[in-house]
């Protein structure tokens, strides 16, 4: 009943930016801690940013200053803003998400995943 939908991907050449989107939906009480992750073939899923429910916010020091996490909580909405990308910057970026439901119990889910390609 709860999905995660991500959107935003796509083709940039190097140097450009892009904006990934990922909408909550289904019976959700609140959401809490958000994360965006990315992972290339062959190696290790990687923490990129988390914002709490408080707006705050980490980074990997690998993005720090080229990256923002921001959230939109009436929309129940995450946003990765992807600025300078690298050809090596090219996973597919995952949203986590950490929810309470409305029976009050707690569990996060996992959005599709969605392709960033770096090339010119």
């Known amino acids: 009943q709860v999905q995660l939908v991500e959107s935003g991907g796509g083709l940039v050449q190097p140097g450009g930016s892009l904006r990934l989107s990922c909408a909550a939906s289904?019976?959700?009480?609140?959401?809490?801690?958000i994360s965006w992750y990315r992972q290339a073939p062959g190696k290790q899923r990687e923490l990129v940013a988390t914002?709490?429910?408080?707006?705050?916010?980490n980074y990997a020091d690998s993005v720090k200053g080229r990256f923002t996490i921001s959230r939109d909580n009436a929309k129940n909405t995450v946003y990765l803003q992807v600025n300078g990308l690298k050809p090596e910057e090219t996973p597919v970026y995952y949203c986590?998400?950490?929810?309470?439901?409305?029976?009050?119990?707690?569990?996060?889910?996992w959005g599709q995943g969605n392709q960033v390609t770096v090339s010119s």
């Open positions: 914002i709490t429910d408080g707006g705050s916010t």
């Open positions: 986590n998400a950490f929810v309470e439901l409305p029976s009050k119990s707690k569990t996060d889910y």
């Open positions: 289904g019976s959700i009480f609140s959401i809490n801690d």
